[in-house]
Protein backbone atom coordinates (compact mmCIF):
# COMPACT_ATOMS: atom_id res chain seq x y z
CA UNK A 1 0.00 0.00 0.00
CA UNK A 2 1.02 3.47 -0.66
CA UNK A 3 2.29 5.79 2.24
CA UNK A 4 3.28 9.41 2.51
CA UNK A 5 5.95 10.31 5.09
CA UNK A 6 6.19 14.47 6.16
CA UNK A 7 8.50 15.63 8.38
CA UNK A 8 9.27 17.21 11.14
CA UNK A 9 5.90 17.16 12.80
CA UNK A 10 6.65 20.23 14.71
CA UNK A 11 9.36 23.25 13.64
CA UNK A 12 10.51 26.20 15.48
CA UNK A 13 12.33 28.74 13.91
CA UNK A 14 13.40 32.21 14.15
CA UNK A 15 12.75 34.88 11.42
CA UNK A 16 15.60 35.22 8.62
CA UNK A 17 16.06 31.66 9.31
CA UNK A 18 16.05 29.19 6.25
CA UNK A 19 13.74 26.13 5.85
CA UNK A 20 13.87 22.70 4.56
CA UNK A 21 10.37 20.29 4.56
CA UNK A 22 10.38 17.16 3.05
CA UNK A 23 8.15 14.53 2.33
CA UNK A 24 8.51 11.22 0.31
CA UNK A 25 6.13 8.56 -0.98
CA UNK A 26 6.03 4.92 -0.86
CA UNK A 27 4.45 2.41 -2.81
CA UNK A 28 3.80 4.08 -6.05
CA UNK A 29 6.03 5.60 -8.69
CA UNK A 30 4.98 9.19 -10.59
CA UNK A 31 2.90 10.37 -7.64
CA UNK A 32 1.66 13.69 -8.39
CA UNK A 33 2.74 15.62 -5.33
CA UNK A 34 1.50 18.92 -3.20
CA UNK A 35 2.44 21.39 -0.85
CA UNK A 36 -0.27 23.11 0.84
CA UNK A 37 -0.49 25.22 3.22
CA UNK A 38 -3.16 25.54 6.10
CA UNK A 39 -4.18 28.49 8.52
CA UNK A 40 -6.01 28.54 11.63
CA UNK A 41 -9.61 28.44 10.95
CA UNK A 42 -9.39 28.40 6.81
CA UNK A 43 -9.76 26.22 4.10
CA UNK A 44 -6.54 24.74 2.43
CA UNK A 45 -4.12 27.02 0.06
CA UNK A 46 -2.05 24.98 -2.57
CA UNK A 47 1.23 26.18 -2.75
CA UNK A 48 2.80 24.28 -5.37
CA UNK A 49 2.09 20.88 -7.34
CA UNK A 50 4.68 18.88 -9.42
CA UNK A 51 3.70 16.06 -12.13
CA UNK A 52 7.29 14.67 -12.84
CA UNK A 53 10.44 15.15 -11.37
CA UNK A 54 11.96 18.74 -12.07
CA UNK A 55 8.85 19.98 -12.79
CA UNK A 56 7.17 22.55 -10.39
CA UNK A 57 4.46 24.65 -10.69
CA UNK A 58 3.88 27.72 -8.28
CA UNK A 59 0.36 28.79 -7.17
CA UNK A 60 0.87 32.01 -5.15
CA UNK A 61 3.72 34.11 -5.19
CA UNK A 62 5.38 33.97 -1.96
CA UNK A 63 8.55 33.30 0.09
CA UNK A 64 9.09 29.63 -0.41
CA UNK A 65 10.22 27.36 -3.33
CA UNK A 66 9.76 23.94 -3.75
CA UNK A 67 11.67 21.31 -5.50
CA UNK A 68 11.35 17.43 -6.61
CA UNK A 69 15.08 15.79 -6.59
CA UNK A 70 13.62 12.17 -6.98
CA UNK A 71 10.35 10.78 -8.24
CA UNK A 72 8.74 10.49 -4.98
CA UNK A 73 10.13 13.43 -2.92
CA UNK A 74 9.17 16.64 -2.46
CA UNK A 75 10.99 19.90 -0.40
CA UNK A 76 9.88 22.34 0.26
CA UNK A 77 12.13 25.57 1.20
CA UNK A 78 13.00 29.35 2.14
CA UNK A 79 15.73 30.90 2.36
CA UNK A 80 14.67 33.34 5.09
CA UNK A 81 11.58 32.59 7.08
CA UNK A 82 9.23 35.65 7.23
CA UNK A 83 6.70 35.80 10.23
CA UNK A 84 3.48 35.54 7.95
CA UNK A 85 5.23 31.85 6.87
CA UNK A 86 4.10 30.42 10.31
CA UNK A 87 1.50 27.68 9.39
CA UNK A 88 0.21 23.42 9.36
CA UNK A 89 1.76 23.03 5.94
CA UNK A 90 1.04 19.85 4.57
CA UNK A 91 2.26 17.60 1.65
CA UNK A 92 -0.26 15.70 -0.41
CA UNK A 93 -0.21 12.66 -3.47
CA UNK A 94 -1.99 11.65 -5.74
CA UNK A 95 -1.95 9.14 -8.28
CA UNK A 96 -3.88 10.24 -10.70
CA UNK A 97 -3.05 12.62 -13.42
CA UNK A 98 -6.03 15.00 -12.88
CA UNK A 99 -5.64 15.20 -9.02
CA UNK A 100 -8.01 12.99 -7.81
CA UNK A 101 -7.70 10.50 -4.85
CA UNK A 102 -5.55 13.26 -3.08
CA UNK A 103 -4.26 11.55 0.05
CA UNK A 104 -2.37 14.37 3.01
CA UNK A 105 1.14 13.91 5.09
CA UNK A 106 0.73 14.32 8.43
CA UNK A 107 1.76 17.98 8.27
CA UNK A 108 4.50 20.15 9.71
CA UNK A 109 3.24 23.12 12.18
CA UNK A 110 5.52 25.62 11.66
CA UNK A 111 6.30 28.56 14.28
CA UNK A 112 8.02 31.08 12.90
CA UNK A 113 9.14 34.28 16.04
CA UNK B 1 -15.40 33.48 -7.35
CA UNK B 2 -16.12 29.74 -6.78
CA UNK B 3 -16.49 28.26 -3.57
CA UNK B 4 -17.08 25.56 -1.50
CA UNK B 5 -18.71 26.31 1.53
CA UNK B 6 -20.02 24.38 4.72
CA UNK B 7 -23.95 25.12 6.66
CA UNK B 8 -22.51 24.40 10.07
CA UNK B 9 -19.43 24.96 11.82
CA UNK B 10 -20.40 22.88 14.50
CA UNK B 11 -21.60 19.50 15.23
CA UNK B 12 -22.72 18.04 18.13
CA UNK B 13 -24.57 15.08 18.23
CA UNK B 14 -25.54 12.18 20.58
CA UNK B 15 -23.12 8.61 20.35
CA UNK B 16 -25.06 6.12 18.36
CA UNK B 17 -26.80 8.66 16.79
CA UNK B 18 -26.59 9.36 13.05
CA UNK B 19 -24.36 12.49 11.81
CA UNK B 20 -25.14 14.52 8.47
CA UNK B 21 -22.66 17.36 7.29
CA UNK B 22 -23.54 19.52 4.67
CA UNK B 23 -21.67 21.42 1.85
CA UNK B 24 -22.76 23.77 -0.75
CA UNK B 25 -20.52 24.43 -3.66
CA UNK B 26 -20.93 27.04 -6.17
CA UNK B 27 -19.21 25.20 -9.90
CA UNK B 28 -21.66 23.62 -11.76
CA UNK B 29 -18.67 22.31 -13.89
CA UNK B 30 -17.29 20.75 -10.90
CA UNK B 31 -17.23 17.03 -11.33
CA UNK B 32 -15.25 14.87 -8.73
CA UNK B 33 -15.51 15.60 -4.68
CA UNK B 34 -14.11 14.52 -1.48
CA UNK B 35 -14.52 14.24 2.02
CA UNK B 36 -11.97 14.57 4.59
CA UNK B 37 -11.83 14.19 8.39
CA UNK B 38 -9.36 16.32 10.24
CA UNK B 39 -8.33 15.39 13.67
CA UNK B 40 -6.18 18.08 15.65
CA UNK B 41 -2.87 18.41 14.76
CA UNK B 42 -3.16 16.07 12.14
CA UNK B 43 -3.47 15.54 8.10
CA UNK B 44 -6.71 15.27 6.60
CA UNK B 45 -7.90 11.71 6.69
CA UNK B 46 -9.40 11.10 3.19
CA UNK B 47 -12.86 9.10 4.08
CA UNK B 48 -14.75 9.01 0.62
CA UNK B 49 -15.08 10.38 -2.65
CA UNK B 50 -17.64 10.59 -5.34
CA UNK B 51 -18.26 11.51 -9.33
CA UNK B 52 -20.96 13.99 -10.51
CA UNK B 53 -22.09 10.60 -12.66
CA UNK B 54 -23.28 9.73 -9.26
CA UNK B 55 -25.53 10.61 -6.57
CA UNK B 56 -24.66 8.18 -3.68
CA UNK B 57 -21.81 6.07 -2.90
CA UNK B 58 -21.03 4.11 0.36
CA UNK B 59 -18.52 3.32 2.39
CA UNK B 60 -18.12 1.87 5.96
CA UNK B 61 -20.28 3.64 8.08
CA UNK B 62 -20.22 6.99 5.80
CA UNK B 63 -22.47 7.73 2.64
CA UNK B 64 -21.98 10.32 0.47
CA UNK B 65 -24.81 12.21 -0.62
CA UNK B 66 -24.53 14.45 -4.25
CA UNK B 67 -27.43 16.58 -5.45
CA UNK B 68 -26.64 18.46 -8.29
CA UNK B 69 -29.41 20.15 -8.62
CA UNK B 70 -29.33 22.47 -5.90
CA UNK B 71 -25.13 21.54 -6.02
CA UNK B 72 -25.13 20.26 -2.42
CA UNK B 73 -22.89 17.54 -1.12
CA UNK B 74 -23.26 15.68 2.11
CA UNK B 75 -21.64 13.18 4.55
CA UNK B 76 -23.73 10.82 6.58
CA UNK B 77 -22.29 9.15 9.76
CA UNK B 78 -23.72 5.95 10.63
CA UNK B 79 -23.52 5.14 14.79
CA UNK B 80 -21.28 8.40 15.56
CA UNK B 81 -18.80 7.15 17.64
CA UNK B 82 -16.46 9.25 19.82
CA UNK B 83 -13.71 8.55 17.59
CA UNK B 84 -15.61 10.87 15.01
CA UNK B 85 -15.00 13.79 16.76
CA UNK B 86 -13.51 16.01 14.07
CA UNK B 87 -13.33 18.78 11.87
CA UNK B 88 -14.62 17.51 8.41
CA UNK B 89 -14.38 19.25 5.37
CA UNK B 90 -15.19 18.47 1.57
CA UNK B 91 -13.16 19.32 -1.43
CA UNK B 92 -13.79 19.52 -5.25
CA UNK B 93 -12.12 19.95 -8.52
CA UNK B 94 -12.04 22.92 -10.23
CA UNK B 95 -9.86 22.35 -12.95
CA UNK B 96 -6.87 19.65 -12.96
CA UNK B 97 -5.17 19.87 -10.06
CA UNK B 98 -6.94 22.77 -8.20
CA UNK B 99 -8.79 21.55 -5.48
CA UNK B 100 -11.19 23.56 -3.55
CA UNK B 101 -11.91 22.94 0.31
CA UNK B 102 -14.32 24.40 2.94
CA UNK B 103 -13.34 25.52 5.81
CA UNK B 104 -14.93 22.73 7.58
CA UNK B 105 -17.44 21.41 9.99
CA UNK B 106 -16.11 20.66 14.13
CA UNK B 107 -17.94 17.16 14.58
CA UNK B 108 -18.73 16.71 18.71
CA UNK B 109 -19.91 13.11 19.64
CA UNK B 110 -21.72 13.50 23.17
CA UNK B 111 -20.92 10.64 25.66
Not at chain 1, 36 to 65: K, T
Not at chain 1, 69 to 80: A, E, G
Not at chain 2, 34 to 40: A, C, D, L, R
Request: with cysteine; hydrophobic share 35%.
Amino acid sequence: SQTIHQWPATLVQPVGSPLSLECTVEGTSNPNLYWYRQAAGRGLQLLFYSVGIGQISSEVPQNLSASRPQDRQFILSSKKLLLSDSGFYLCAWSPDSRGEKLFFGSGTQLSVL
Amino acid sequence: GESVGLHLPTLSVQEGDNSIINCAYSNSASDYFIWYKQESGKGPQFIIDIRSNMDKRQGQRVTVLLNKTVKHLSLQIAATQPGDSAVYFCAEISGTYKYIFGTGTRLKVLA
